[in-house]
């Protein structure tokens, strides 16, 4: 699929057609490809290696989709961060990717290593018409398209690279999921994930390749419940992209129903684990609705496999007890389950997941030795392919993968991928810390919260409410909000196993 291509072809067919819009802006498809044409020739014209990656900083505005497509007519990839992302990570990132080029959108985010431009002087770029576009070089296949920053077990983020392939690739499937590619064009998509998640990846361009509207809400709408129904509403949103956990908060309101929001037909979940629960829920209020799940870590770009939860499908796994399954590998991919030396395990039995195909990334961004470790070049049905071992426990039956949790510390929660280890070596930056050892609190399989032990001299005697205020707070400085345990408690000493590391099991059974 060409995706610069399909926007080019909605920006001619349906110039004033929406393409993006938020609370305060929108852009018609034909300002969306004249803008982001006009900022190509700038960055082609105002950077020189070509190799060197933009940062896009901001949150929900349109104008950071102009950057996101000139980057990639530009012949440059890109790499989104939100304005929720503290300034401290933030800044890690930028000094691993040493851009040439800032692009802020949102907020005053300021640094030191190349050029920033601000939305203001963006705005004045993309007034100048131009005739230059025969200086663009737009990325070639291979080439990486954005990089995604996601969760290290070392304490710094770690960037995802995904080539234009591998999007096109992700594309040509992602345009069916729920119905055809005919049928979302002109559709309104709903948008609550920040750029910088790649969930984001599944309605911002499904929705633009299909030449359909994206409609974000910001941080500040999401938390306003009152105003993100009255958007969902007066937006007519068609096509629902979230995590199950922001669906389950939605759920707590009986406002949130196909009495309300009439024109919602298709939900598609991904990120964390969908519960039969949530299922039950949405079919009631929704019944009409088509529900999705699908599964797939950043590394394999978005997803790769998808299952429609139909009724019988609900009732059978609920009669098992089990969880739903993930569904389906999608064309160009193949799923299979290796034990601990590598060897592909039969259906039914458990081990890890492993994906090989057209959408796995090429590696981790100037981090050989962890590329390494995770990814593999095989050859499956006379072709060559890239794979990635994934962490991810589950097992293969009647053809369908079902997602058994992380065999290491890494987990889901509210849809981001956490590395327990990070919130570790972040935590013991805290100058009142000695020791933490953080366990995730499950229910239904689905991780709900996390719970942080704590030893350090400076917290005995304190009060619970008083250490759990401080620690909180100082993580602010480190974390992202959604990576700060919801519990934190301290302990004289930290259990250990017979191993001679923390015991982690044990501390699980006290985290409640």
């Known amino acids: 699929m060409d995706i610069l291509k399909n926007i080019r072809e909605t920006a ?5 057609r929406c393409a993006v819009q938020s609370r305060e802006q929108k852009l018609t498809y034909e300002e969306l490809e004249e803008y982001s044409n006009r900022l190509a020739v700038w960055i082609a014209k105002n950077s020189q290696d070509r ?5 896009v900083y901001g949150h929900k505005n349109p104008y950071m989709v102009v950057c996101f497509l000139a980057c990639a007519k530009a012949g440059r990839s890109y790499v989104p961060q939100d304005i929720c992302i503290p300034v401290s990570r933030v800044d890690e990132t930028v000094l691993s990717v040493e851009p040439e080029l800032t692009f802020v959108v949102e907020g005053d985010y300021q640094t ?4 920033e431009i601000r939305k203001d002087e963006i705005e004045e770029i993309v007034k100048q018409e131009t005739n230059e576009t025969d200086v663009l070089q737009p990325l070639t296949k291979d080439e990486v398209w954005y990089i995604i920053f996601t969760s290290g077990s ?22 069916q999921l729920g119905s055809t590619m005919k049928e979302k064009s002109g559709a309104h998509f709903m948008n609550q994930a920040p750029f910088s998640f790649d969930l984001s990846v599944m309605d911002l361009y499904t929705s633009l390749v299909c030449g359909g509207t994206l409609y974000t809400m910001d941080k500040k709408m999401q938390s306003d419940y009152s105003e993100m129904l009255g958007f969902l509403e007066q937006s007519e949103i068609e096509i629902w992209v979230s995590t199950p956990s922001f669906a389950d908060m939605c759920l707590a309101d009986r406002n949130f129903c196909g009495e309300k929001i009439k024109a919602l037909k298709l939900f598609l979940f991904c990120g964390e684990v969908l519960t039969t629960a949530t299922v039950e829920k949405l079919k009631e209020r929704f019944s009409e609705a088509v529900i999705i799940n699908t599964y797939g870590p950043t590394e394999s770009t978005v997803a790769v496999t998808d299952v429609t939860i139909t009724e019988k499908l609900l009732q059978e796994t609920i009669a098992r007890g089990k969880s739903l399954p993930v569904g389906h590998e999608k064309p160009g991919t193949y799923i299979e389950i290796w034990d601990k030396a590598g060897k592909v395990l039969p259906e039914g039995e458990q081990g890890e997941i492993v994906i090989i195909g057209d959408t796995v990334s090429c590696g981790y961004y100037m981090r050989a030795d962890l590329t390494k470790k995770a990814f593999f070049h095989c050859i499956r049905d006379g072709k060559a392919y890239r794979g990635y071992k994934t962490g991810d426990a589950g097992y293969l039956k009647g053809g369908q993968l079902y997602y058994n949790g ?3 510390l890494q987990v889901k929660l509210h849809g981001y991928r ?10 013991v930056r805290l100058p009142q810390i000695d020791h933490a050892v953080v366990v995730p609190n499950l229910e239904e399989g689905k991780v709900k919260s996390l719970t942080a032990f704590v030893t350090g001299a400076q917290m005995a005697g304190k009060k619970a409410s008083e250490i759990s205020r401080q620690v909180k707070n100082g993580l602010k400085e480190f974390l992202p909000v959604y990576m700060i345990p919801k519990k934190i408690k301290y302990i004289e000493t930290m259990p250990m196993n017979n191993h001679g590391k923390a015991d982690r099991k044990y501390l699980g059974g006290l985290a409640e």
């Not at 001619?12 to 004033?16: R, S, V």
């Not at 190799?51 to 940062?55: A, L, S």
């Not at 956490?418 to 935590?427: A, G, S, T």
Request: hydrophobic residues 35%.
């Open 12 to 16: 001619l067919a349906h110039p004033k």
């Open 418 to 427: 956490i590395e327990i280890e990070d919130i570790e070596n972040n935590m």
């Open 112 to 115: 030191e290593i190349g050029t």
């Open 154 to 175: 070392t304490g710094k983020p770690k960037g995802v690279e995904i080539t234009r392939d591998c999007l096109s690739h992700y594309l040509e499937w992602s345009v």
């Open 406 to 408: 992380r065999i290491d």
């Open 51 to 55: 190799k060197r990656p933009v940062i």
